[in-house]
């Protein structure tokens, strides 16, 4: 059976900031799709899709008491948040490459080798110890041991990280007109913001401090929301035409 309940702390974390950057994403999402939905625009697009559909899972498990389900939501909570950078690599790969080059299947292939080493976080929730622990004692607040907290970073780092600071750059070194470099400077600042912004979610898990997490919720809407606009205005407002 299905308990719910729900803190002045957990409505303020999970529907008010949580629910900011939501509407924010959502909101830059279809302005990129309204215009046009090539692909470049459905892979940019996704980098603000994919943690709204996490964000949502976890409004959905938010007041719930019941550990096992509240685990598995988290998971694909995380997921969505933590998947949406690989869209990024894609984008960078064929403005880099061309579409050509770097085909739809491709581009699948990345998708879904990135996918499958994001997937394997689940692996780790049923090894005591190993995982997330989510229930009354921690507050309904997930706390992760290091071994999930590495397994994390590592993935993030080398599979969309790294990648996409490289070809960003890569990107950026072709351009010759000043304003074109310029708003690719945006875009990577942005990219910059929204991972300073997960990485810190990373740490507030791991550490499972209340006023750590207080101080990385409210730094991180503006990071989320920075990075966001930023990447939108230095290339997405572009491609969407």
């Known amino acids: 059976m299905v308990y719910f309940q729900l803190t002045t702390g957990r409505i303020?974390?999970?529907?008010?900031?949580?629910?900011?950057i939501m509407v924010a994403f959502l909101y830059l999402a279809i302005k990129i799709l309204l215009r046009d939905r090539k692909r470049l625009n459905l892979i940019f697009a996704g980098l603000y899709i994919s943690p709204v559909i996490g964000f949502l899972i976890n409004f959905l498990y938010?007041?719930?008491?019941?550990e096992f389900i509240v685990l598995i939501l988290n998971f694909f909570t995380n997921f969505g948040i933590f998947y949406a950078p690989i869209f990024i690599v894609?984008?960078?790969l064929i403005l880099l490459k061309s579409e050509k080059v770097i085909s739809t299947s491709k581009?699948?292939?990345i998708l879904i080798i990135y996918g499958i080493a994001m997937f394997g976080m689940i692996f780790f929730l049923f090894i005591p110890g190993f995982?997330?622990?989510i229930n009354q004692g921690t507050g309904w607040s997930p706390e992760w041991s290091l071994p999930f907290l590495l397994y994390v970073i590592l993935v993030e780092t080398i599979g969309a990280l790294i990648p996409s600071l490289y070809f960003s750059f890569q990107i950026y070194k072709k351009f010759e007109d000043e304003m074109l470099k310029r708003k690719w400077r945006f875009f990577i600042y942005g990219f910059i913001a929204l991972m300073t912004f997960m990485y810190a979610i990373f740490i507030s898990n791991y550490l499972a401090n209340a006023t750590v997490r207080l101080l990385i919720g409210a730094i991180?809407?503006?990071l989320a929301l920075l990075g966001g606009f930023l990447m939108y205005f230095g290339v997405g407002k572009q491609i969407e035409k």
Do not use: H
């Open 90 to 92: 894609v984008f960078d």
């Open 62 to 66: 938010a007041p719930m008491t019941d």
């Open 131 to 133: 995982g997330v622990t």
């Open 107 to 109: 581009q699948l292939i």
């Open 12 to 20: 303020i974390t999970v529907y008010i900031a949580q629910g900011v």
């Open 220 to 222: 991180g809407i503006i």
